[in-house]
């Protein structure tokens, strides 16, 4: 190999991030949503210069703020060298170097009081509005925080007891959204917000010291459509669970008993606002 493509050379192999770095947004833009991509890029523009050797590999995870999201941001990196050329051996030595992050089976329960708790602690308006929209729609942070901002209200569609459906139909790679289902007091934090930017990272880091991880709030209303009485299928449809396979007949039988059963679960979530009080 020539010396000087990205960092390449047999002899002395590196991986210069900067000379790398427009090739890699192309390639990685055609696989993952955008804020994945920019994840990534604030971690490998923050941590990474040139990687000379698993020692560099190792100094990049001592000077991170998250190990896991340095861990994927450099997989990624990797695995783009890869297809440009470079040794997989010597590649591999690298991944070598990683750190390995614990993945085990997380069986963390939030109940109502714990949801309650947080609402009254949580006195920055700028993330109690996510708060309420993922809590009423079991969206996912990242949904939550882009309907935000780009909320129009010409889109609402009222729905019996007093909440909406308001229609999304987005894609991130293997995740979809395609209806956020909103109590009244979801709808009127979206109103206030209208158009604010929130990073999702932000938000999660906010939460956290608070005590109430933000994707155990989506799972906290995943348990609760259950628990009042939603088909496993409806939930599944409400939190963008559905396989992308799903037929138009089985698509419209998903939606009418999503509509049918929402006032149940808006009502739960104004009820938590006011005892939050």
Known sequence: MRAGEGGRDEANPAINWRELRAGFIEWERCKAGEEQLKLVLRYLDRYVDVIRGPQDVVEVFN????????????????????L?????????????????????RDLTVVG???????????LEPKYRAPFI???????????????????????????????????????RGCKEAYYAYLSPSAVEALRRHRGVKVRPDNARSYFDKLGLGLKYL??????????LGYPESAADFIQGRS???????????????????????????????????
């Open 112 to 122: 109502d009081e714990h949801i309650v708790e947080v609402l009254r602690r949580c």
């Open 218 to 227: 989506r799972k906290y209303a995943y348990n609760k459509l259950l628990e």
């Open 243 to 277: 396989p992308s396979t799903v037929g138009g007949q089985s698509y419209m039988w998903r939606l009418q008993q999503a509509d049918r059963y929402c006032p149940r679960y808006a009502e739960h979530v104004e009820g938590l606002l006011v005892r939050s009080l």
């Open 133 to 171: 929209v993922v809590l009423a729609s079991g969206l996912r942070v990242t949904e939550a925080a882009r309907l935000m901002e780009l909320f129009d209200p010409s889109k609402l569609i009222a729905l019996d007891g007093g909440c909406y459906r308001y229609p999304l139909w987005w894609h």
């Open 84 to 104: 440009l050329g470079y040794d997989g051996g010597w590649l591999q030595s690298l991944r070598r170097a990683m750190p390995r992050v614990r993945r085990g």
């Open 63 to 82: 000077r991170c703020s998250s190990k896991r999201n340095m861990r994927m941001a450099l997989s990624l990196l990797f695995r783009y060298c890869e």
